[in-house]
């Protein structure tokens, strides 16, 4: 469970999704993924299945009155034993590849389980046994709700969104290294045209897109502890260029990395939120 408070408006971050169910229950947000905006508030939910980068902001938020939400870790085994149990016809079927990221609005269903939930916390004694039972409740109505096949097809092993689930953890546990697109889709088991395209609907980016963002992410974490080295940031995630490097920072970031990286080093990089 995760657990989200926010006091100021429009001030962006970068971090990794995670997959993960996260609830507003006070305040708005802007999520970017690519070229896709995804905008959310008290009342909806967000559906995170796949681990992807990506950039947001509250923008309703402040001292006075936080920005809060909910989170909650979706686990594809868990997934893959409710489907199981559920009668047929009770989860929806996906109809092609589904985006990586979806909002609908909360049932009361839903809300009433995840403040259920919460409230476990001022009962530790009832947490081993309760909150296995309303996490499935939580999973069961996210399955069985506008987003369920997307959450469904995280506890199928063929799936999709599986297939690029896979291609997606080893492009970020190699993000240092070029590569063929042609090797990855064979990877994934797939044709590479059907790999272009499942990928593109799930993450709204190319594999060679999604690999620079994780490089872009991952320099900017190293230069608010190292800006001295700009070259040698750009050079440990994979850059032989330095100014490639600059030029594609610049373009994501909107300033050089030098200059980003005294703005780094005298407030701190900005705090990733607990939930997306």
């Known amino acids: ?43 909806q939910y ?14 309703e938020a402040s001292r006075e009155v936080p920005a809060l939400g909910f989170g909650l870790v979706l686990q594809p085994a868990a997934i893959a034993e409710l489907l199981l149990t559920a009668p047929a016809g009770a989860v929806p079927r996906a109809g092609g590849t589904p985006s990586a990221l979806a909002v609908s609005d909360a049932p009361v269903a839903l809300v009433d389980a995840a403040v259920r939930l919460l409230r476990l916390l001022d009962q530790p004694r009832d ?26 097809q995280l506890g199928l092993a063929d799936s999709s969104l599986t297939h690029v689930a896979r291609a997606v953890r080893w492009i970020r546990d190699h993000y240092r290294e070029s590569f063929r697109v042609e090797e990855v889709a064979r990877m994934s088991g797939m044709s590479v045209s059907a790999f272009h395209r499942a990928f593109q609907a799930v993450t ?42 600059s030029r ?16 780094l080093r005298d407030a701190g990089p900005a705090p990733a939120p607990a939930v997306p």
């Open 204 to 245: 709204a980016m190319s594999p060679i897109q999604f690999q620079k963002q994780l490089r872009l992410q991952q320099a900017r974490l190293l230069l608010a502890t190292r800006g001295h080295d700009v070259t040698g940031v750009g050079h440990r995630v994979g850059y032989d260029s330095p100014s490639q490097f």
């Open 1 to 43: 469970v995760l657990i989200g408070r926010a006091e100021q408006a429009y001030q962006n971050s970068s971090a990794m999704s995670g997959t993960v169910l996260a609830l507003i229950a006070q305040g708005a947000k802007t999520l970017a993924l690519g070229d896709r905006v995804y905008e959310y508030r008290a009342g």
């Open 127 to 152: 947490i081993p046994v309760l909150a296995p039972l309303i996490t499935r409740e939580i999973l069961w109505r996210l399955v069985t709700g506008p987003q369920g096949a997307t959450v469904g």
């Open 248 to 263: 594609e920072y610049r373009r994501q970031f909107g300033v050089p990395p030098s200059q980003d990286s005294v703005h």
């Open 46 to 59: 967000l559906v995170a299945s796949v681990d992807l980068p990506v950039t947001g902001h509250y923008t």
